[in-house]
């Protein structure tokens, strides 16, 4: 959340919270896969799966002030990459609430953009004992039995055609504390990306909070556990084992060995092995041999200390995509601050039947992609 405002942050989803009321898998966990082979270094040149993954704190009064000058300056910075050819090909932007953030897509020239879950959207997830029991303790003062003020916050801006679109929101009984308010949940595009056989699938996520929910951080693991596996579970029904997948988002993994556990687990035990922290394409890109934007290597290394924003990546046959390089066009400016309180950062993968591929144009009208 926006710095200066944190210390009204409680006070104001609860404002909030009062304007909304008015108106367990089971299984072992598999071991991660061998590493990719090393790549050539002709494979540097024309591969079209750029990802950026950014929480570009977009919320709304009065949980955040003044925040349409950064939205909006986000998205000139997008346009100017795109300008000169070096815009992420793929965007997963979290936290993208309010009409500004929604116009990024607009300004950076996005001709394809996919919403995830809004306010109205329910679960068809039925709740178990312990999701009742869980339900029977929840606090009307910290959200948790208000309706959804909030969409998900979801979007997934692309260069290239979405063909389809699934989507998940979480239940009532899968959230915690003032994350209640918004409809957090989980969105697939799946894209027609030129040279690659079928579609390629992306998933965007935002998981529940841990100190920021303002419940007991026990209730917050509740939920994100219930979250993760249940966001492991839908993308395993909805992605194909031989579609190439991209996923990513805003985990709030953080340094909680606990939320680590929890996710990863919950990943494996749905059968998505390539989702483990080594395979992460943030701390591949900043091993040795990588090569990455030396300006960038501050606000990189940063982004991986904080723990909270992640990207992996799979092939068509089950293996990590090999990553190539890394950047974050999005830290802090020269006065220290940056447009949001998360880095924007942005890892380019290999993919062997599309190294021929063309990069997308810079220039495209937007189109959001809508349905249920």
């Given at each position: 959340?926006?710095?200066?405002?944190?210390?009204?942050?409680?006070?104001?989803?609860?404002?909030?919270?009062?304007?909304?009321?008015?108106?367990?898998?089971?299984?072992?966990?598999?071991?991660?896969?061998?590493?990719?082979?090393?790549?050539?270094?002709?494979?540097?040149?024309?591969?079209?799966?750029?990802?950026?993954?950014?929480?570009?704190?977009?919320?709304?009064?009065?949980?955040?002030?003044?925040?349409?000058?950064?939205?909006?300056?986000?998205?000139?910075?997008?346009?100017?990459?795109?300008?000169?050819?070096?815009?992420?090909?793929?965007?997963?932007?979290?936290?993208?609430?309010?009409?500004?953030?929604?116009?990024?897509?607009?300004?950076?020239?996005?001709?394809?953009?996919?919403?995830?879950?809004?306010?109205?959207?329910?679960?068809?997830?039925?709740?178990?004992?312990?999701?009742?029991?869980?339900?029977?303790?929840?606090?009307?003062?910290?959200?948790?039995?208000?309706?959804?003020?909030?969409?998900?916050?979801?979007?997934?801006?692309?260069?290239?055609?979405?063909?389809?679109?699934?989507?998940?929101?979480?239940?009532?009984?899968?959230?915690?504390?003032?994350?209640?308010?918004?409809?957090?949940?989980?969105?697939?595009?799946?894209?027609?990306?030129?040279?690659?056989?079928?579609?390629?699938?992306?998933?965007?996520?935002?998981?529940?909070?841990?100190?920021?929910?303002?419940?007991?951080?026990?209730?917050?693991?509740?939920?994100?556990?219930?979250?993760?596996?249940?966001?492991?579970?839908?993308?395993?029904?909805?992605?194909?084992?031989?579609?190439?997948?991209?996923?990513?988002?805003?985990?709030?993994?953080?340094?909680?060995?606990?939320?680590?556990?929890?996710?990863?687990?919950?990943?494996?035990?749905?059968?998505?092995?390539?989702?483990?922290?080594?395979?992460?394409?943030?701390?591949?890109?900043?091993?040795?041999?990588?090569?990455?934007?030396?300006?960038?290597?501050?606000?990189?290394?940063?982004?991986?200390?904080?723990?909270?924003?992640?990207?992996?990546?799979?092939?068509?046959?089950?293996?990590?995509?090999?990553?190539?390089?890394?950047?974050?066009?999005?830290?802090?400016?020269?006065d220290g601050e940056g447009l949001s309180d998360h880095v924007g950062y942005m890892v380019t993968y290999g993919l062997e039947e599309a190294r021929a591929v063309r990069l997308a144009g810079r220039k495209m009208p937007a189109a959001v992609a809508g349905g249920a």
């Amino acid at each position: 959340m926006f710095r200066p405002y944190r210390a009204l942050v409680p006070t104001s989803l609860a404002l909030l919270a009062i304007t909304s009321a008015s108106g367990g898998a089971s299984g072992g966990s598999a071991p991660p896969p061998p590493a990719p082979p090393p790549l050539t270094p002709a494979a540097l040149d024309d591969q079209p799966l750029s990802v950026m993954t950014y929480n570009v704190e977009g919320l709304p009064w009065p949980v955040a002030l003044g925040r349409e000058e950064a939205l909006a300056r986000i998205g000139d910075r997008l346009a100017a990459m795109r300008a000169q050819g070096r815009q992420p090909h793929i965007i997963l932007l979290q936290e993208a609430f309010t009409p500004e953030a929604a116009q990024i897509a607009a300004r950076a020239g996005y001709a394809h953009v996919a919403a995830g879950p809004d306010a109205a959207l329910r679960s068809p997830v039925a709740a178990t004992g312990a999701d009742i029991a869980y339900l029977n303790q929840a606090r009307w003062d910290r959200g948790e039995q208000a309706d959804k003020s909030l969409g998900s916050g979801l979007l997934i801006l692309s260069d290239y055609p979405i063909v389809a679109i699934n989507r998940l929101a979480f239940p009532d009984f899968a959230c915690a504390g003032f994350d209640c308010l918004a409809n957090k949940g989980v969105l697939i595009a799946h894209l027609a990306v030129p040279g690659i056989a079928g579609p390629v699938a992306v998933v965007n996520t935002h998981l529940n909070a841990r100190k920021a929910a303002a419940v007991p951080i026990d209730r917050a693991q509740q939920a994100f556990d219930r979250q993760a596996g249940l966001a492991a579970r839908f993308v395993a029904a909805h992605v194909p084992a031989s579609r190439p997948m991209i996923l990513g988002g805003d985990m709030n993994i953080g340094k909680d060995a606990r939320r680590a556990g929890s996710f990863f687990t919950r990943f494996a035990q749905a059968g998505l092995r390539f989702i483990t922290p080594g395979w992460s394409g943030l701390r591949r890109a900043l091993s040795p041999g990588l090569p990455f934007e030396r300006e960038s290597e501050h606000h990189l290394r940063r982004a991986a200390d904080h723990g909270k924003d992640w990207l992996f990546a799979r092939d068509a046959q089950d293996m990590p995509m090999p990553v190539l390089r890394a950047s974050a066009p999005f830290g802090a400016d020269a006065d220290g601050e940056g447009l949001s309180d998360h880095v924007g950062y942005m890892v380019t993968y290999g993919l062997e039947e599309a190294r021929a591929v063309r990069l997308a144009g810079r220039k495209m009208p937007a189109a959001v992609a809508g349905g249920a």
